[in-house]
């Protein structure tokens, strides 16, 4: 007999993810261009799943944000892959605007990792093990990456002198 996850158990699952906060690391990496190349542009790759790491890290960057939403095209001030979503901060809310994404944000200044550079990957890390303390560390500067939870494969994001990158995403708990 077939069976399914409930809204509560999105809600909640959604809601632990928040809990996991002060644990989550963004990562970028995979300097090295994608393989296919049509018109002169790079096609990422599909993800794979079963990543345990991403590819030639360049550096890790302790996440700023991490918020449960709902889905709300009407006014949603969050806009991700032309969906938008509202924060719900109350966990009561959560669960009766069945709340069941999570927002994750984090900014890298010009000044936190190397620039002059590509990157083509992003990742998730879950319990990173920093080797110094700091908020920006480079592979040098961390004992154990942790767990890989998400992973993007993208087109190439150059890392400027002058350029401030946001990165985000909103997962979906099912």
């Given at each position: 007999?077939?069976?399914?996850?409930?809204?509560?158990?999105?809600?909640?699952?959604?809601?632990?993810?928040?809990s996991?906060?002060?644990?989550?690391?963004?990562?970028?990496?995979?300097?090295?261009?994608?393989?296919?190349?049509?018109?002169?542009?790079?096609?990422?790759?599909?993800?794979?799943?079963?990543?345990?790491?991403?590819?030639?890290?360049?550096?890790y960057?302790?996440?700023?944000?991490?918020?449960?939403?709902?889905?709300?095209?009407?006014?949603?001030?969050?806009?991700?892959?032309?969906?938008?979503?509202?924060?719900?901060?109350?966990?009561?809310?959560?669960?009766?605007?069945?709340?069941?994404?999570?927002?994750?944000?984090g900014?890298i200044?010009?000044?936190?990792?190397?620039?002059?550079?590509?990157?083509?990957?992003?990742?998730?890390?879950?319990?990173?093990?920093?080797?110094?303390?700091?908020?920006?560390?480079?592979?040098?500067?961390?004992?154990?990456?942790?767990?890989?939870?998400?992973?993007?494969?993208?087109?190439?994001?150059?890392?400027?002198?002058?350029?401030?990158?946001?990165?985000?995403?909103?997962?979906?708990?099912?």
């Amino acid at each position: 007999m077939p069976g399914t996850s409930t809204y509560t158990s999105r809600v909640t699952e959604a809601l632990w993810f928040k809990s996991l906060a002060a644990e989550l690391w963004w990562s970028i990496g995979r300097t090295t261009a994608w393989p296919i190349v049509v018109s002169g542009v790079e096609i990422p790759p599909d993800p794979d799943p079963t990543d345990t790491e991403i590819e030639e890290v360049v550096g890790y960057k302790f996440v700023d944000e991490v918020e449960t939403c709902r889905l709300d095209n009407a006014s949603g001030t969050i806009i991700f892959h032309d969906n938008k979503y509202s924060i719900v901060s109350d966990p009561d809310d959560a669960y009766t605007m069945d709340a069941h994404y999570v927002y994750i944000k984090g900014t890298i200044s010009y000044d936190e990792l190397p620039v002059d550079i590509s990157y083509r990957q992003i990742g998730l890390q879950y319990e990173l093990v920093p080797a110094v303390a700091g908020t920006a560390l480079l592979p040098a500067e961390v004992s154990d990456p942790g767990k890989l939870l998400y992973i993007a494969n993208t087109s190439p994001t150059f890392r400027a002198i002058d350029k401030k990158e946001e990165i985000s995403v909103i997962l979906e708990m099912s």
